[in-house]
T-cell receptor, first 112, second 116 residues
């Protein structure tokens, strides 16, 4: 049974710092790994999707990596801004169907 | 804007009420999902419909009743709910319900449900 863990649960940093959010999964037989952003009380916004055959994906200041053999993914945020404050969720697609298994999220606060 | 809309955005109901949540997707997808997000818990998959057929029911209590009249619309009918059912209910859609690397789920904004 796939389990997804995110560390840390919460993070508070000053503006301008480079950040690394961690995601680990127990079953390496995944189709893809997705990173989402969720603002308080809102839905999920897809940030990056890394296919199982890929090692990383980049979008603007965001870079996500995937290491299936070790069961890990990281989301790197460069030059953080207060507008990056949100909860970041990772989810692994596995199990033969389009079943996303989510981590509990990392709550990020970037202060000016 | 993800192409998935949900109404209402907020709902307050008593334990004896009957209400319905609505989800609509404008992406031409064939699979639709209901998720529940409770405070400090990971998102939990509730139901999956693929080509209008229910393919997943993750041991959800019968007081939650889904309906999928066509591939673009999904409803969640609620009756005799409990206060612990208060949560954010999220709808999502994808091309279909099969495991392949490009298959991405798109989420709606959610309905914040409070049961008194």
């Amino acid at each position: 049974k796939q389990e997804v863990t995110q560390i840390p649960a919460a993070l508070s940093v000053p503006e301008g710092e480079n950040l690394v959010l961690n995601c680990s999964f127990t079953d390496s037989a995944i189709y893809n790994l997705q990173w989402f952003r969720q603002d308080p009380g809102k839905g999920l916004t897809s940030l990056l999707l890394i296919q199982s055959s890929q090692r990383e994906q980049t979008s603007g200041r965001l870079n996500a990596s995937l290491d299936k053999s070790s069961g890990r993914s990281t989301l790197y945020i460069a030059a953080s801004q207060p507008g990056d404050s949100a909860t970041y969720l990772c989810a692994a697609l596995s199990g033969g169907y389009n079943k996303l298994i989510f981590g509990a999220g990392t709550r990020l606060a970037v202060h000016p | 804007e993800t192409g998935v809309t949900q109404t209402p955005r907020h709902l307050v109901m008593g334990m004896t009420n009957k209400k319905s949540l609505k989800c609509e997707q404008h992406l031409g997808h064939n699979a639709m999902y209901w998720y529940k997000q409770s405070a400090k818990k990971p998102l939990e998959l509730m139901f999956v419909y693929n080509f209008k057929e229910q393919t997943e029911n993750n041991s959800v209590p019968s007081r939650f009743s889904p309906e999928c009249p066509n591939s673009s619309h999904l409803f969640l009918h609620l009756h005799t709910l409990q206060p612990e059912d208060s949560a954010l209910y999220l709808c999502a859609s994808s091309q279909d319900y099969s495991g392949w690397s490009h298959n991405e789920q798109f989420f709606g904004p959610g309905t914040r449900l409070t049961v008194l």
